[in-house]
Every structure is written in structure tokens, then in C-alpha cells.
């Protein structure tokens, strides 16, 4: 792709954008609108260099390395904000990429319940008031190698003050009266290399344009949308989900544990758990997981090429969840199963322009996980129909009760049973049941619990118990009026050997999570894609789980000019 440099070195001019002829004819009005919106962009000829909250309105804002050494960049001022350099993000590597006291305290990055960053810094740039461009002025954008692997929850730039809508997520991340989102935002010209989880992610924005932009070594996707209202998404390359993924999901699970396990401590006098009738005390619980932790996170620094036995490492080095390139979905997090009719409480993914976009080379080793829950209760939202832990991951029945129902311990399963116990307040999204520590502690056999109809089995599902869809290059959740321009996928694939296995649930095997498609649709409306080419479409499941083009109770959909009729 080709990239230009935006902003005179030495004034304060910028060239403003200028869109082609082409793309004015086929939006319609409402993006029009917005194409001469950024077309004559109203800024200040001021240059500034970034401070968080105190930037003039309007004025050019020049982003360097610097200010993202201690952590995310909040944009929360209209303006001009342009990178003047290539970015990789490794903030606060001395605070294990947290952010410090000093900046929880002036609240900066608040943690705590409503604090988006509880679980860390999970985006390098937030946008969070409305009138931006963002300008990556040919620059990249990456994490470093140490903050992609400590950091598994991540995106480059989130359009929103939290990467989650208030009362959704795994734990509390933000409160209704203080949710921000973007709107009327362009962002542009650059590339988003290494990332956890997205390149660029959103929930609730308005008025968008993502414009001339290459995305790749992402995990989860390239781009995941939420909720938009009116965009326009021209010029797009995502390609190369990433093939150097080194740790599976257990190891995110560990590293967030060790934030809730304070307060255990906090509220409970010398907690232990009983494994195998001996105690285990809250320190050497926290001593053992820190060490695992720490030798993971040196075999993988090092390169080391030696097997070792561990419950962290992933040696097929590909992502074991569910992959997208481009997901454009309601409001809200899209982590249950298909949403196949659209009602009245679902907000935005509506009026959004696609021309020009290019998604390639999408592949994952997806991994289901049995999990359980309790005939007799419920849980929070977040993971409803499983026993989940404190950040939301599952509890990993078949990895932590062998065939026989006995319990194996492993160090994040001990630091699960020790909050599990003592749920007093609630911790996080904790919901282990009472039942399961008893066996636990006492010693006993698992298998009867289920023998005697007090637990079932739920499949179907990855780590953190979201319904497993498959690999898409394109997913189009309850969209209305999308339109399409130009669009190529082509080698998206399916490499699990994992999903559909279980001995447990003979008569219920799921296998979405393995399926692969080029272009899937539900519960949508109104979509019209002209010059559409989709090419190799692959998975292990065998042709029954590959389609080019996949419709689930969608209607009025046209594609290369043949209406696409609901498959069965």
C-alpha cells in the first residue's frame, strides 16, 4: 500500500484529505456528508506535542515513541494527531505493564470496579470525544514482543474509553454516566502490526472513516466494529493473522488471576485450599503461579526450542480461538452464539460503505473447551452458562479432573479453587460452585456429581465460554443497509484438530468453532457487494465445513448481482 507523509516538518500545516471522485459517487448522503466533513477539516495551524487532557482543541498534535512509554494515549480533545515515528508499544515494563499508583491516583488509568484498566493497558490509543483524524502518517504501530505476551487483551487503537459497553465484559470496566465513544473520526495512512487481540476495535461509534490502513500479526481480528453508525471502511489490507502465537489462553487466564488474588487475602485470615489432604496457603499459591508464569514467559524470551511440560505453552503456534479479519456487529460484545434475527434492543452496524478491501492468509488452531455448570444456579453475564473464574475464563473441567474424577492440580486451577472458596464479597466474574471445592478439598470423585444430575456438561464454547462460529475473513452480524465495493478474501483457513472431540457429550458435539467461511451474514438486511472475489476457503472439518458465502436468515442480499438466498 502506498503511504504519504501528511504534515510539514518544519509548520504546522497539514494536508487535509482528498478522496477520490469514485468513492464520492457511491456513498450516499449521509457519507458524503462525512467525506467533506474531513475534506475541509476545521484545525488550528498550532503544532503541539501531546498532553493527556490539556492539548488545545483543534490544533496538530505530533505523537512520538515517548508518549507511549508509560501508557495508552487517551485522545480526548479534537484535533489533528499524527504519528511522527514508527510506535512500539511497551508501556511500564518496570510495573509489569500495569499502570503505576501515581497514575491510578490521578486517575489516568483507573482501575478497581468501572476502571477499563484492571486488566492492563489494552490499547495503545484510545479515542474518546468526537471531531479526530488520526493520521499514522506512513508510521506502524506494534506491540514489542514482551508486551504481546504479557499483554493478551489488546488492541492498537480502541474507539472508545473502554474496550467494553457498560455491564458487559469479564468484571465491571465502565459505568453508564461515564462511557465515552468516538464519533466523527477518520483514521488513516498506516500500518497496525503485532497484536494480541485486534488492530482496531470499537463499540458505539458514530460517523467513522478507516482509510488506507494495513493490518496484520493480529490474533482475533483485524478490525471488529460494534454498533457503527454511518462509515465508511475504503482501502483496507488485512492480511497475515499472526502465525507466532506462543502461549495459549491459560496463560492470560494466569496472569489476570494474580490481580483478584489480593483480595482474597484482603478479606479472608491465612486462606489455603486442601489439595490431596494438604494445605496449600495463599503465598505458596501465588509463589507457584508467579514461577510457571515466569518460566513461560523466559522459554518463550529465549527462543528456547526444548519441550518443556507446561500448561502455558502453545506449540502449534497459532491462535486457539476463533479468527476474523473484518467484523462488523450490534452494539456489544459479539461472543455468543449467531443473532439471526435483529430486534429493537439492537443498536448500529447500520449505513456502512466498504470499497477496496483486501483479507488474506486468516488462520487459527481454535480450541473447544468442556465446561460445566450447576443444574440448580446461575451465574453473571459474562460466560452465563459456564463455571467461569475470576477474569471470565473458564474452568477447564477435562483439564483439571482426570478420567477417573479426580482433581489434578496445576497452579492456575489451585489459584481458581482458592478464589472459588472464599467468593466472599464476590471476585470478579468468579462463579465456582460450592460443590466443586468440596471435591476438591475432600478429595472425592468428580464423575458422581454428574452421576447424580447435580452438574452437565457444556460444549462448544472456547476459553472464555464464547459460542465458537468458525473463521471468517468477513462476518456481518444484524447489519442493515451495508454496502460493498471490490471486496477479496481469499486463504482463510481452519486448522483445529480440537473442537468436536469431547468423549463426554456423545449425543450434542457442536462443530462451528471448526467451520470457515469467506463471507458470512445473520439476521441482516440490505446488503449489496459488486466485485466480490472469494478464493480457498479451507477447514479440517472437510467441505461440509467450508462455504464461500454463508446466509443465515438474511434478507434482500445481492452479491456480484445473485441474491443470496438463506442457507439451511
Do not use: W
Not at 478474501?489 to 463426554?504: D, P, V
Amino acid at each position: 500500500m502506498k503511504f504519504e507523509n501528511n504534515l510539514n516538518t518544519f509548520g504546522p500545516k497539514y494536508k487535509r484529505p482528498c478522496f477520490s471522485t469514485s468513492l464520492k459517487k457511491s456513498v450516499n448522503e449521509n457519507q458524503k456528508y462525512l467525506l467533506n466533513f474531513f475534506e475541509n477539516f476545521n484545525y488550528l495551524n498550532k503544532n503541539e506535542s501531546f498532553k493527556f487532557g490539556k492539548n488545545t482543541p483543534h490544533s496538530i498534535i505530533r505523537l512520538t515513541q515517548k508518549d507511549f512509554d508509560l501508557g495508552t494515549v487517551r485522545i480526548t480533545k479534537p484535533g489533528v494527531y499524527v504519528l511522527n515515528e514508527n510506535i512500539v508499544f511497551n508501556p511500564n515494563e518496570e510495573n509489569d505493564f500495569f499502570p503505576t499508583h501515581e497514575q491510578v491516583k490521578s486517575n489516568l488509568y483507573p482501575i478497581g470496579r468501572d476502571g477499563p484498566y484492571h486488566l492492563g493497558f489494552f490499547a495503545a490509543i484510545t479515542i474518546e470525544t468526537e471531531n479526530v483524524i488520526l493520521d499514522l502518517n506512513g508510521h506502524t504501530i506494534k506491540q514489542s514482543i514482551l508486551h504481546n505476551l504479557q499483554q493478551r487483551f489488546y488492541s492498537h487503537i480502541e474507539l472508545a474509553n473502554s474496550p467494553f459497553i457498560p455491564k458487559q465484559g469479564p468484571g465491571s470496566f465502565i459505568a453508564s454516566d461515564t462511557f465515552v465513544f468516538a464519533e466523527n473520526v477518520l483514521i488513516k495512512n498506516g500500518i497496525l502490526a503485532k497484536s494480541s487481540h485486534h488492530g482496531i476495535h470499537g463499540n458505539s461509534m458514530k460517523n467513522i472513516i478507516l482509510d488506507n490502513i494495513e493490518i496484520t500479526d493480529f490474533e482475533v481480528a483485524g478490525i471488529a466494529l460494534n454498533g457503527t453508525k454511518n462509515g465508511i471502511i475504503t482501502d483496507i489490507n488485512i492480511h497475515d493473522s499472526s502465525k507466532k502465537v506462543p502461549v495459549l489462553s491459560t496463560y492470560s487466564a494466569a496472569r489476570f488471576i494474580r490481580n483478584f488474588l489480593p483480595s482474597v487475602k484482603k478479606n479472608h485470615k491465612n486462606p489455603f485450599i486442601t489439595i490431596q489432604g494438604e494445605k496449600i496457603y495463599y503465598d505458596d499459591i501465588v509463589k507457584n503461579l508467579n514461577a510457571v508464569l515466569e518460566e513461560t514467559k523466559n522459554h518463550v524470551l529465549e527462543k528456547n526450542n526444548n519441550l518443556i511440560d507446561n500448561l502455558f505453552l502453545n506449540n502449534n503456534n497459532m491462535s486457539d480461538g476463533n479468527v476474523y479479519g473484518l467484523l462488523l456487529h450490534v452494539n456489544g460484545v459479539a461472543v455468543n452464539g449467531f443473532n439471526t434475527i435483529r430486534n429493537n434492543n439492537m443498536i448500529g452496524n447500520e449505513n456502512i460503505f466498504l470499497q477496496n478491501i483486501s483479507i488474506s492468509n486468516i488462520s487459527s488452531h481454535p480450541i473447544e473447551i468442556i465446561g460445566i455448570n450447576n443444574k440448580t444456579k446461575t451465574n453473571g453475564n459474562y460466560g452465563k452458562n459456564m463455571q467461569v473464574g475470576s477474569a471470565g475464563e473458564v474452568i477447564r473441567i477435562n483439564d483439571i479432573f482426570s478420567k477417573d474424577g479426580m482433581y489434578i492440580p496445576n497452579q492456575l486451577s489451585n489459584a481458581q479453587m482458592l478464589i472459588g472458596k472464599y467468593n466472599t464479597p464476590k471476585i470478579g466474574t468468579t462463579n465456582i460452585s460450592s460443590e466443586i471445592i468440596d471435591v476438591v478439598e475432600r478429595n472425592q470423585n468428580f464423575n458422581n456429581l454428574i452421576k447424580e444430575n447435580v452438574f452437565y456438561y457444556i460444549d462448544g464454547a472456547d476459553s472464555m465460554a464464547h459460542v465458537m462460529k468458525g473463521n471468517m475473513g468477513l462476518f456481518v452480524s444484524c447489519g442493515i443497509n451495508i454496502i460493498g465495493n471490490n471486496i477479496l478474501i481469499k486463504n482463510i483457513r481452519n486448522e483445529t484438530t480440537n473442537i468436536g472431540l469431547s468423549q463426554l457429550i456423545n449425543e450434542n458435539q457442536k462443530t462451528q468453532g471448526s467451520t470457515c467461511n469467506g463471507i458470512l451474514m445473520t439476521g441482516s438486511e440490505k446488503i449489496y457487494f459488486s466485485k466480490c472475489c472469494i478464493d480457498n476457503i479451507y477447514s479440517n472439518l472437510g467441505n461440509k465445513g467450508v462455504h464461500e458465502i454463508y446466509n443465515i436468515n438474511s434478507f434482500d442480499i445481492n452479491i456480484n448481482n445473485n441474491y443470496i438466498s438463506v442457507n439451511k
